[in-house]
């Protein structure tokens, strides 16, 4: 009970972290959705040694664990002559990662999308970027929405990390209240309870694509 | 860097593969246990399974191991740090492998098991000669990629205090006051580390598919 009383006295505290992790999460999938269909257009058009190169950097990036990224990011970019504060620097490393999945993902999907489609938009005098527009990404919105829908959990998953470069997100604000006030359940439980509801809402989106997907191809 | 720098990485090197390798060996298992709960017949046990795994799998890891060090002292469980590093690994890896097993058990073919049946096989016998022999190996990618995740997620057992790569990194960042080169050599063994076995995972692939003629897409 007592638990309960100190989670909702610092509400304030969950509700921040909470926004920021949303905000990281959001700002990150706004960019390396773009960049990562982008990177998988490269990954599929360009001319062989910029694609293998292109293959080769984001397998390399699939090998890293995420926190060591955002480590040398955080450190790395004051070297360069860059001083970002720890949110830049957790939503500049949660996007470059995720984007080389979201890049192997649209890739993946552009190649299910099926060749007659390609070839009949092509006999109808389509360009590339139309093909791409029209055909491929409303397609692949569809067949690709429940890995993507995955990949979202896990970009909220990571975010978590970013609390050891101090960002204060929503563990970071269940880690401070349970080391301020000596009751560890209640804020980690009010914590999962928040990151299950969002994963839930990304669930239910991707539902609602299926529902989609089923009502147009059966 | 200086040579005692970088064999104190090493050394958090050695606890790394070490806590990955007792994670490996306990949640396989355990999840292909939790997979044949979930597919058995005892009342409220597969519901209370679905309802542990969707938990586990929204709950960022991170947040899992201060939950398992923190919580479970209060519920009169008194863990040191590696321990704990332990089970949040081997619940998280479980979790999740389960579900690569339970589609394994799901789409395994009807036929073999009323043949076996036939065959008078108990159903435990079923499952040591029939299921189990040919499900491991049809879903080793999956499960080796599921071994690179949980190797990847090791570095967040530096937060309860686990001297293994990161912590060993981040403290000689601390000492010299140039965090940057440590944590370069860290994310370079890592990297080195997962690449080894996503390589490694393509040749035992390619051998099975020989030698057993289990060709994957």
Redesign the interface.
């Given at each position: 009970m007592n638990g309960l009383l100190v989670v909702w006295d610092s509400r304030d505290v969950f509700l921040w972290g909470a926004a920021n992790t949303l905000s990281l999460v959001l700002g990150c999938l706004l960019l390396s959705i773009p960049i990562g269909i982008l990177g998988a257009v490269v990954l599929t058009e360009a001319p062989d040694p910029l694609r293998r190169l292109f293959a080769e950097a984001v397998d390399l990036l699939r090998c890293v664990p995420f926190l060591l990224l955002a480590y040398v990011v955080y450190y790395g970019l004051p070297e360069l002559g860059l001083r970002l504060d720890p949110w830049w620097a957790g939503l500049m490393s949660l996007t470059v990662y995720t984007t080389a999945y979201l890049a192997e993902i649209f890739r993946a999907a552009f190649r299910a999308v099926a060749p007659d489609n390609i070839e009949a938009a092509h006999a109808f005098g389509l360009s590339r970027s139309l093909i791409y527009r029209r055909i491929i990404l409303p397609q692949v919105a569809i067949t690709a929405a429940p890995v993507i829908g995955n990949q979202v959990i896990t970009t909220i998953r990571d975010s978590a990390l970013l609390m050891i470069i101090t960002v204060q997100e929503l563990t970071f604000a269940a880690n401070f209240v349970s080391a301020n006030h000596f009751t560890p359940f209640a804020p980690f439980a009010a914590a999962v309870g928040l990151y299950l509801l969002m994963s839930c809402v990304v669930e239910a989106g991707v539902r609602r694509m299926e529902r989609v997907r089923k009502g147009r191809y059966g | 860097m200086t040579w005692p720098a970088i064999r104190t990485i090493l050394d958090g090197a050695v606890v790394t593969a070490a806590l990955a390798a007792v994670s490996i060996l306990l949640s396989l298992p355990l999840g292909l246990l939790l997979a044949l709960l979930r597919e058995g017949r005892i009342p409220g046990v597969p519901a209370l399974l679905a309802a542990f795994v969707?938990?586990v799998?929204?709950?960022?890891?991170?947040?899992l191991v201060?939950?398992v060090y923190?919580?479970l002292?209060?519920a009169g469980l008194e863990l040191e740090p590696v321990p704990a590093a332990i089970v949040a690994l081997t619940l998280n890896t479980a979790a999740f492998s389960s579900e690569i097993w339970r589609s394994a058990l799901v789409t395994f073919p009807r036929d073999q098991r009323e043949a076996a049946a036939a065959f008078g096989m108990s159903e435990r016998a079923t499952f040591i000669r029939i299921v189990f022999p040919q499900i491991w190996r049809a879903n080793l990618g999956p499960l080796v990629s599921e071994v690179?995740i949980l190797?990847?997620?090791?570095?967040?057992v530096?937060?309860i205090g686990v001297v293994e790569i990161?912590r060993a990194?981040g403290r000689i960042?601390a000492e010299t006051y140039e965090?940057?080169p440590p944590?370069?050599v860290?994310?370079l063994i890592?990297?080195a580390l997962?690449?080894t076995l996503?390589r490694g995972q393509r040749v035992v692939e390619r051998r099975i598919a020989r030698r057993f003629g289990l060709a994957r897409p």
């Open positions: - | 969707s938990l799998r929204a709950t960022p890891f991170v947040t201060l939950f923190f919580v002292p209060a690179t190797l990847k997620c090791t570095p967040a530096a937060v990161t990194a960042g965090p940057l944590f370069l860290a994310t890592y990297t997962i690449a996503v």
